[in-house]
């Protein structure tokens, strides 16, 4: 699996967009860009994913460089409930659905109300 | 969206005592289901990889024996803890492959005393 790059943690105050950061210098040309986001003792959970164009869904947006080789997570309002760790994760579009997900370290995000 | 069922959610144990936790998928089939464990304050780590009708793969370093993995069916995996010790206390999470990406159990707090 290509490697991602992450800051160890970030803050941000309630109701403020927070942008999470990923480098990727090494994606290759048939990489997924993955995000999921862990709570305190839970299960992660799927938040966005894309590969060249940038994504919105209910829960956030990623944008994606034009180079690919960094992309950005953002959370138009953070609210309390976003404080957790954030996860940028490649995946290879050819890979079979059993192909497994390999964690780096995350972003833990601290939310401040 | 895709589910998956993780249960007990934190169980307490003696040592020497084996432990089972289930995973099921509730409204997908899958067919293959991955098994990760977490210590506090770091990231998930695989330690197998399931697959419904054959034996499961280990990582390096996973003791097969000792952590039994079984996919009976298209909904339900299951890993036993055996000859629980106290290293053994762990977060312990189960994912399986969905149409986005992968769906996450809820994970299971295991302590063994």
């Known amino acids: 699996d290509a490697k991602t790059t992450q800051p160890n943690s970030m803050e941000s105050n309630e109701e403020e967009p927070v942008h999470l950061p990923c480098n990727h210098s090494t994606i290759s040309g048939t990489d997924y860009i993955h995000w999921y986001r862990q709570l305190p003792s839970q299960g992660p959970e799927y938040v966005i994913h894309g590969l060249t164009s940038n994504v919105n869904n209910r829960m956030a947006s990623l944008a994606i460089a034009e180079d690919r080789k960094s992309s950005t997570l953002i959370l138009h309002r953070a609210t309390l409930r976003d404080a957790a760790v954030y996860y940028c994760?490649?995946?290879?579009?050819?890979?079979?659905?059993?192909?497994?997900?390999?964690f780096g370290e995350g972003t833990q995000l601290t939310v401040n109300p | 969206g895709a589910v998956v069922s993780q249960h007990p959610s934190r169980v307490i144990c003696k040592s020497g005592t084996s432990v089972k936790i289930e995973c099921r998928s509730l409204d997908f089939q899958a067919t293959t289901m991955f098994w990760y464990r977490q210590f506090p304050k770091k990231s998930l780590m695989l330690m197998a990889t399931?697959?419904?009708?054959?034996?499961?793969?280990?990582e390096q370093g996973v003791e097969k024996d000792k952590f039994l993995i079984n996919h009976a069916s298209l909904t339900l995996s299951t890993l036993t803890v055996t000859s629980a010790h106290p290293e053994d206390s762990s977060f312990y999470i189960c994912s399986a492959p969905d149409n986005y990406g992968y769906t996450f159990g809820s994970g299971t707090r295991l302590t063994v005393v």
């Open positions: 994760i490649l995946r290879d579009v050819g890979e079979t659905s059993g192909s497994r997900l390999t």
């Open positions: 399931s697959n419904e009708g054959s034996k499961a793969t280990y």
